[in-house]
């Protein structure tokens, strides 16, 4: 980093040349002599700013994340007896743009939310604020995250936020301080919620949706000796577990799975046959919880990596960095302990499992589309076309006000249900929020769909370019779809959340 000095507004004007070659952001002194060959925006925009102000200039087509990665090889100085005043991002911050955050985050009331849930969700954010350059590039390359930061997510509590209250927390940290008896679904809420805003759905998913999914089996219907083994090795981020119930023949049709378990003739083992397709951190797990066929029916099994069972990685539209595979199972011996509920009973693992992966999809992509509707919100007010902001146009406005007001709507029914899951035991929940849950999960994904294309036509051609302002957009245009697909698609969202109610009809005589 160069050594930074003070310096006029008519000291900058003479380094005007491409020999030499000055710009001020924002009272800040950048020498772009070097850097002006290798911007991506070419040399001549730069040259046509030398030696001044270019502040309007680069806030209209740069995010401010650009000056945090360039700055500490090109800042030399700032003016003297100048402050900047545009305010800088600092890792952790509630957004001030209008919806940009739930409403109890902009400074209105709320039935739900506490001092914990405030200094839990700054925390966690600033872990994923400095976390995101990582983020970024190993979306883009494809790299799944290393088990060094599994481990490093682990201690700092991140990785046992994402799976709700419950004994498996007693001694572990959690972010902001939060103690494990004050934990509650509100808290895991925050942390699906900040989980997405990373806005990098491939590597996220890498570090978190496994276990989101693939833990809760464990503590609520394995031995205990499965749940004193297992959960701490997974909240701690030294072992990695997947959920494994879908296979080539058998996705929504859950009734319909082909794989095998079939006791050993001593009795002591399953021997397990069969193909799982898309299932979530395969790649690079060490557990698996496996949805069978036993002789009594549906069953779930906790099953190690091992001989006999090979994952290979699937290409879908988010990155690789998920460990998305198909794996086969080849004659692979798990001991009969490893049954996850009584035998035969499988399919009610599966279904009560569902309610928390279906609700957590769900904070995610309200979040997700609250993102976008933050960084559209901020780029109606950048983007001068015709001569005016895209938000002086009443069409515009428009498109904004059906963004922010399908976003409001499914916020606060997810904040309700969320309320309903704190007042419930997990028995009840999977009674009573399976069809609310399934109606929410169906409209949050058809808002996103809105949300996107809303989006996506507002940013132009940035809505479809994967680097620059439109970075987020186009990320959730290209994704928004995993969550109206995976945990149960719109279609049977739709018709269980009808069936549950239907179940509950009074007499049609009345
Ligand atoms: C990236 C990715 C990650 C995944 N991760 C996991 C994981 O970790 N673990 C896991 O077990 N699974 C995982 N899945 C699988 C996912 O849960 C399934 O894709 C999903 O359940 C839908 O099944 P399917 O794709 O086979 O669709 P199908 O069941 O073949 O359905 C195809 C279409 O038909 C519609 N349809 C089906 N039945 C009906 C009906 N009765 N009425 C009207 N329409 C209907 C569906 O809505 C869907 O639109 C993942 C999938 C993907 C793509
Ligand atoms: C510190 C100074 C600057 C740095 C580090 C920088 C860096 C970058 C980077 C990384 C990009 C790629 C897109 C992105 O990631 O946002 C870019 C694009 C661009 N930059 Fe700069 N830039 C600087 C100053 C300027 C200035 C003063 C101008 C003057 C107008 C400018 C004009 C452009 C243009 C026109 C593009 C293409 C944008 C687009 O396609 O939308 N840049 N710049």
New binding site residues.
Partial sequence: MPELKSFTREEVKKHNTPEDCW?I?DSEV?N?TT?ADL????AG??M??AGKD?TE??Y????QE??F???PK?KIGTIANEKPVIEMYTPGTISKVPYGEASAWQGHKSPYFTESHIKFRSAIRKIYDELLPEALVNEDLGKSPTIELNKKLGAAGVLAAQIGPGPWLQGLNLPGGVKPEEFDYFHEMIAHEETARLGTPGFADGITAGLTIGLPPIFNFGSPALKSKIVPEVLSGEKRICLAITEPFTGSDVAGIRTTAKLSADGKHFIVNGTKKWITNSVFCDYFCVAVRTAKGISMLLVEKSDGLEVKPIKTSYSIAAGTGYITFEDVKVPVENLLGKEGKGFQVIMANFNHERWAIICGIVAGSRHVLEETFKWTNQRVVFGKKLSAQPVVRSKLANMIAQIESVQNWLENITYQMVNMSYAEQTVKLAGPIALLKYQSTRVAHNISDEATQIFGG?GI?K???GRVIETFQRTYKFAAILGGSEEIMQDLGVRQALRTFPDARL
């Fill in positions: 710009i952001i950048f772009m850097f911007h991506p925006g070419g925009v730069i046509d700013l270019a200039e680069f209209g087509l740069h995010r650009v000056l990665k360039y700055a090109l940035r370019t680097t620059g302002m």
